[in-house]
């Protein structure tokens, strides 16, 4: 069983920056990619960045160049750095822990709310 904790949302302005994280109960990055998904009331769950086992790293193209995902394996946490937020970007976002070996195994964590308004 992986636990997940997220934590470092809040409202913050147009154009600001925030930077989530989201603590492992383990060392689980050798074996599971490690996702941010965020969900905006009224609207399906998106996928916003991920990371894998080996480090390579992607993104939704809504993102790209404004988040970066990383990860600290000292710390069994992953991040998510997010610069120039915009209102749309408002959602609850969640930290998941999905097995490489095995895709219907995943864990999700509780979600943090992120709110970009002037």
């Known amino acids: 069983q992986v636990q997940l904790v997220e934590s470092g949302g809040g409202l913050v302005q147009p154009g600001g920056s925030l930077r989530l994280s989201c603590a492992a109960s383990?060392?689980?990055?050798?074996?599971?990619?490690m996702g941010w998904y965020r969900q905006a009331p009224g609207k399906q769950r998106e996928l916003v960045a991920a990371?894998?086992?080996?480090?390579?790293?992607n993104y939704a193209d809504s993102v790209k160049g404004r988040f970066t995902i990383s990860r600290d394996s000292a710390k069994n946490t992953v991040y998510l750095q997010m610069n120039s937020l915009r209102p749309e970007d408002t959602a609850v976002y969640y930290c998941?822990?999905?097995?490489?070996?095995?895709?219907?195994?995943?864990?999700w964590g509780q979600g943090t709310q992120v709110t970009v308004s002037s």
């Open positions: 998941n822990a999905r097995s490489s070996r095995y895709s219907n195994i995943y864990y």
């Open positions: 383990g060392s689980i990055f050798a074996a599971y990619v």
């Open positions: 990371i894998t086992t080996g480090g390579n790293t």
